[in-house]
């Protein structure tokens, strides 16, 4: 197993534990649990209730694509493959930054998040995503090259 196996494997496991939590525990503050959303145990109506409720079953949804299309290049892939979805993999991660980053930030800020600062530890977490597949990517390249 090479470093980029480890590095997509290590990444199912972690995002398939989420994927439990969004699925049986949405109100989890553990992990992609939403409980962290003071306005997702505040929904007033049946309605915002129902679209939560829908929004967090997508976003598990979404994920799952990404672990099956995961385990698929780990379990068929060459090496070259599993380069191209690491290198893909660094890139989709990295958008958190570019949209979501900046919303988390400002609901922390305003104190809808519980507990406050969530938005520093998932920051931390993406980024250690981010970390562990151009670390995975940067080793392979140096010892087998492109």
């Not at 992990?31 to 962290?36: A, D, I, L, P, T």
């Not at 988390?104 to 970390?131: E, V």
């Amino acid at each position: 197993m090479n470093l980029l196996s480890i590095a997509m494997l290590v990444f199912i496991v972690m995002e398939s534990a989420n994927v439990a939590i969004l699925y049986f525990w949405p109100g989890s503050q553990l992990g992609n649990g939403v409980g962290v959303f003071n306005a997702f145990h505040h929904s007033e109506n049946d309605e915002q209730k129902l679209f939560a409720s829908y929004l967090v079953n997508w976003v598990a949804g979404v994920k799952l694509i990404f672990i099956f299309l995961l385990g698929v290049i780990l379990i068929l892939g060459d090496e070259t493959v599993q380069l191209w979805a690491v290198v893909a993999m660094i890139l989709s991660i990295a958008t958190y930054f570019w949209r979501l980053h900046p919303i988390i930030r400002k609901l922390d800020a305003m104190g809808c998040i519980t507990p406050k600062g969530y938005s520093k530890a998932l920051d931390g977490m993406i980024a250690g995503f981010l970390l562990l597949f151009t670390l995975a990517l940067a080793a392979h390249i140096l010892t087998k090259g492109i």
